[in-house]
């Protein structure tokens, strides 16, 4: 089987975010794979040992931006690729999925992308199906557990979730996989897998290497703020035993309209 | 001019997610500041009596496909079924709520409408040629506004942000049914069991949530069963304490929360996460139990009306988010503070 992983850089999830001159900084905070995506390569590492296979890591951005790739390579995948283009600065989700499509055509022959259900920086979620849309392949999202794979058939068994619950989908493949935490704790790079990580070389597609032209994005960003901070005036509720405590607290919620 | 708004009515087997109906709330309201109309789009099998729901949350017009394909969600079909009504109807923008399937579906119409998508939103400014919406990004640490230069513009909106319309019983509309061409055959997939959730009130949802962190588990009076190791008997405890927490989250009606902390360390299941990493939340009140409030913990519930925060220790950050604190055990506050909330809501 041949398992595309796609994984991004971001800034650590405890950063503090702040908007400089228009431009979003986060300091000297540690730049980090998406968390999301750490579910989707421990997903893949193990389907490939399953099943046999390899699984290549995908990474669209830009050139230095290799945390995601070292880190998903570092966990046991086997190749990786980037994809990187001055012209994409600014693309939005549509955009960004065509080339990642295209990235995965040329591959080739894969028979699953597994992606992270979202990335923790814009947070929408829509790649995994807008890539599954452009290649025509299902989309099967936050996907918990593989039940079964048929390569033979190319077909698998997931269970994905919904607010209501679980489905259990049966579905052709090629197919694109977003993947939940629920999967299962990822692995922790080994210290031999980083030292691998640290010296691979991996190839970086250019739009021309892929044979597209620049895609246009219709989603533009005027204005990007941190949120105005409604001042809070926090009330300490006072008491000399937890049930006057208590009671002193449901007296200010009545107040408060909150029940 | 915004004149044409279409709503996608989101459900589970005929079960509406409620937040559908404050995107077609939104759809109303826009259409009538710009003298125009508000279409809902119900997509399903046995959905029929959802028509007349549709024109009492305000729409004009119903176009629907009852057909037994559609019974199950397969993101697919329902695809090509909301292109055909978009070509049928020819909206200026569509609006989705932000649930799982909401999400995927707005994602996949735009590809093959070839427009964008504003997700999550949670404000919309509609006096302008064309809308500007504003998102949190960052899990809510920054705030983002957006603009779409395509045609249609697809928003999702983000549960419980915009307000659910009051039904007006007199209301009523034309339907318009969608013709159903597609063959089960040439589906790539099939949906061979559902397992329902066991019952509670969901997150997303909730007006009120009450969350446990890793104080659950620092209750010194409990004695665990000699046979538990370390970590049984820490997981053992904390069980203990989201029973108070369930308890609490049962008087009022509310769900039950977790902090990543206590999620990582296995006292409760990742459903229950709040945070970066979790689900993002804004109820009108937020009851936090022994957690301290990590950025990323605060990132998914800071934007909440009225945070309480219980915890031991003074200097815990979440008490600089609360609009009421209080210092204490939660172990020993949180069964009077149950007992005492029954009693006013009984009485």
Redesign the interface.
């Known amino acids: 089987m041949k398992i595309v992983v796609c994984v991004k850089q971001v800034?650590d999830?405890?950063a503090?975010?702040v908007?400089e001159n228009g431009i979003?900084s986060w300091g000297d905070a540690p730049l980090i794979i998406n968390?999301?995506d750490e579910f989707a390569v421990e997903a893949a590492l193990n389907l490939a040992a399953d099943h046999g296979g390899e699984v290549t890591a995908l990474c669209l951005g830009k050139e230095e931006e290799t945390e995601a790739i070292k880190h998903a390579l570092a966990m046991g995948a086997d190749a990786a690729v980037m994809v990187s283009d001055p012209a994409l600065k600014g693309s939005?989700?549509?955009a960004a999925?065509k080339v990642i499509s295209a990235a995965i055509t040329k591959i080739g022959e894969v028979d699953l992308v597994l992606f992270g259900q979202q990335s923790?920086?814009?947070?929408?979620?829509?790649l995994p199906?807008?890539v599954?849309?452009?290649l025509k392949?299902?989309?099967?999202?936050?996907v918990s557990k593989f039940e079964s794979i048929t390569p033979a058939e190319n077909s698998l068994?997931v269970?994905r979730?919904?607010?209501?619950?679980?489905?259990?989908?049966?579905?052709?493949m090629p197919?694109v996989v977003s993947v939940?935490?629920?999967y299962g704790e990822p692995r922790f790079p080994s210290f031999m897998g980083i030292r691998k990580a640290s010296k691979a070389e991996y190839p970086v597609w250019s739009l021309a290497d892929l044979g597209i032209d620049p895609p246009s994005?219709?989603?533009?960003?005027?204005?990007?703020?941190?949120?105005i901070e409604n001042e809070?005036?926090?009330?300490?509720?006072d008491g000399d035993s937890?049930?006057e405590?208590?009671?002193n607290?449901?007296e200010?919620?009545?107040a408060?309209k909150?029940? | 001019m915004t004149k044409k708004i279409l709503a996608y009515i989101d459900h589970?087997h005929g079960?509406v997610?409620s937040s559908s109906w404050e995107g077609l709330g939104l759809a109303a309201k826009i259409a009538t500041d710009n003298g125009g109309e508000a279409a809902a789009l119900i997509l399903g099998e046995g959905v029929n009596n959802l028509t007349q729901q549709a024109f009492h949350y305000g729409a004009d017009q119903v176009y629907l496909a009852d057909h037994s394909i559609l019974k199950?969600?397969r993101?697919?079909p329902l695809?090509e079924l909301i292109a055909a009504a978009v070509r049928e109807y020819q909206p200026d923008v569509i609006i989705f709520p932000t649930?799982?399937?909401g999400?995927?579906l707005?994602?996949?119409a735009?590809?093959?409408l070839?427009?964008?998508?504003?997700?999550?939103i949670i404000d919309l400014d509609w006096g302008g040629d064309k809308l500007?919406a504003t998102r949190?990004?960052?899990?809510?640490?920054?705030?983002?506004?957006?603009?779409?230069?395509?045609s249609p513009e697809i928003i999702t909106l983000r549960t419980r942000a915009f307000e659910k319309p009051e039904p007006d019983t007199g209301r009523s509309g034309t339907v318009t049914n969608l013709e159903v061409k597609l063959n089960p055959a040439d589906l790539?997939?099939?949906?061979?069991?559902?397992?329902?959730?066991a019952s509670g009130v969901?997150l997303?949802d909730a007006s009120?949530i009450v969350t446990g962190g890793r104080g659950t588990a620092n209750n010194p009076a409990l004695a665990p069963p000699d046979d538990l190791d370390e970590e049984g008997a820490e997981v053992w405890k904390a069980e203990k304490g989201f029973e108070l927490i369930q308890n609490l989250a049962d008087v009022?009606g509310a769900a039950v929360g977790a902090s990543r902390a206590a999620v990582d360390a296995g006292y409760i299941e990742?459903?229950h996460?709040v945070g970066?990493?979790g689900k993002v939340v804004s109820p009108?009140?937020y009851i936090a139990c022994g957690i301290s409030g990590?950025?990323?913990h605060l990132a998914g519930m800071r934007s909440s009306?009225?945070?309480?925060a219980i915890n031991k220790d003074p200097d815990a950050p979440i008490?600089?988010?609360?609009?009421?604190?209080?210092?204490?055990?939660m172990h020993?506050?949180l069964p009077?503070?149950t007992d005492?909330?029954k009693a006013?809501?009984e009485g």
Not at chain 1, 217 to 227: F, Y
Not at chain 1, 232 to 237: A, G, N, R
Request: aromatic share 8%; glycine share 6%.
């Open positions: 800034p999830t405890a503090t975010m908007v979003i968390p999301w939005d989700n549509v999925s923790v920086d814009t947070d929408t979620g829509l199906v807008q599954a849309r452009l392949w299902p989309s099967l999202t936050l068994q269970i979730s919904m607010e209501e619950g679980n489905q259990v989908v049966e579905s052709q197919a939940t935490k629920d994005s219709a989603i533009t960003w005027p204005e990007v703020k941190e949120p809070i005036i926090t009330e300490l509720i937890p049930e405590k208590a009671k607290l449901i200010k919620l009545i408060e909150v029940l | 589970f079960k997610q199950d969600f993101p697919e695809t649930t799982t399937r999400r995927t707005a994602g996949m735009a590809v093959d070839d427009t964008g998508v504003m997700v999550d500007t949190p990004i960052y899990a809510g640490k920054l705030y983002a506004k957006l603009n779409c230069s395509s790539a997939t099939k949906v061979l069991d559902h397992q329902e959730k969901s997303t009120v009022l990742y459903d996460q970066q990493t009108d009140l990590a950025i990323q009306k009225v945070i309480v008490f600089g988010f609360a609009r009421f604190g209080l210092v204490g055990d020993k506050i009077p503070l005492g909330l006013y809501l």
